[in-house]
C-alpha cells in the first residue's frame, strides 16, 4: 500500500517548456487533488476532481490543466512553464471531500528558469 | 465560502514550553475540523481530527486540540514542546460548497529551540 505517490520528485524546466506532473493513489478516493505551497503563502488549491473524469478549478487554476482519465491518477500539466510557477506541488487525495481525512504526496520541487 | 484564520504566522519557543495554536474558522454549520504537521522537508500528514463527540481531541505526540462551537474555534495545544515539534502546522475544514473541498489556513511556522 503505497498511498499517494508522485512523478517526478525534482524537475528544472526553462520558460516555455512543457510537462505533466503525475499523481497516483492506491486507497480507491474519490477526491484528488493538487496544490502549490509557496513561502508564507501556505496550500493553495489548483485544480481537484470529485471522481473519475471530472475535474474542477481551485484557488489558482490558470496556467495549469488537469485530467483524471482513471480513478487512481490525477495528472497536472504545465503547457508553456513560467518563473512564477517555481514551486513544490504536492497531489493529495480522500475518500470524499473535506469531511474526510486527505492523504498527501512527498512533492515534486519544480524550478523554472 | 468558508475561510480559516490561523493568527499565529511564525511562534518561536524553547524547548518544554506549552504551546497554543489558534484556528478560527467562518461557516457555523457541521464540521469536521484538522491538523496537519509538515515537518521540514516532508508533505503533509494528520496530526489530529474532530468529527463529533467530546469536543478535546487527542492526537499523535501529545497534542490536543478543543473545539470550542460557540468561537468557531480549533485551537491546537502541548503542553511541553520538544525540538523534534520543528514544523509548519494547517488547519483545515471543509468548505461551504457543494463539493466541501478542504479549506486550508496560511499555516504557523513553529521553530523549537533546545
Known amino acids: 500500500n503505497a498511498g499517494v505517490t508522485q512523478t517526478p520528485k525534482f524537475r528544472v524546466l526553462k520558460t516555455g517548456q512543457s510537462m505533466t506532473l503525475l499523481c497516483a493513489q492506491d486507497m480507491n478516493h474519490e477526491y484528488m487533488y493538487w496544490y502549490r505551497q509557496d513561502p508564507g503563502m501556505g496550500l493553495r488549491l489548483i485544480h481537484y476532481s470529485v471522481g473519475e473524469g471530472t475535474t474542477a478549478k481551485g484557488e489558482v487554476p490558470d496556467g495549469y490543466n488537469v485530467s483524471r482519465l482513471k480513478k487512481q491518477n490525477f495528472l497536472l500539466g504545465l503547457e508553456s512553464a513560467a518563473p512564477s510557477q517555481t514551486s513544490v506541488y504536492f497531489c493529495?487525495?480522500?475518500?470524499?471531500?473535506?469531511?474526510?481525512?486527505?492523504?498527501f504526496g512527498p512533492g515534486t520541487r519544480l524550478t523554472v528558469t | 465560502a468558508q475561510s480559516v484564520s490561523q493568527h499565529n504566522h511564525h511562534v518561536i519557543l524553547s524547548e518544554a514550553a506549552s504551546l497554543e495554536l489558534g484556528c478560527n474558522y467562518s461557516?457555523?454549520?457541521?464540521?469536521?475540523l484538522f491538523w496537519y504537521v509538515q515537518y521540514p522537508g516532508q508533505h503533509l500528514q494528520l496530526l489530529l481530527k474532530y468529527f463529533s463527540g467530546d469536543p478535546l481531541v487527542k492526537g499523535i505526540k501529545g497534542f490536543e486540540a478543543e473545539f470550542i462551537k460557540s468561537k468557531f474555534s480549533f485551537n491546537l495545544r502541548k503542553p511541553s514542546v520538544q525540538w523534534s515539534d520543528t514544523a509548519e502546522y494547517f488547519c483545515?475544514?471543509?468548505?461551504?460548497?457543494?463539493?466541501?473541498?478542504?479549506?486550508f489556513g496560511r499555516g504557523t511556522s513553529l521553530i523549537v529551540h533546545p
Open positions: 493529495a487525495s480522500s475518500r470524499q471531500g473535506g469531511f474526510y481525512e486527505q492523504y
Open positions: 461557516y457555523g454549520g457541521t464540521v469536521n
Open positions: 483545515a475544514v471543509p468548505s461551504s460548497g457543494g463539493s466541501y473541498i478542504p479549506t
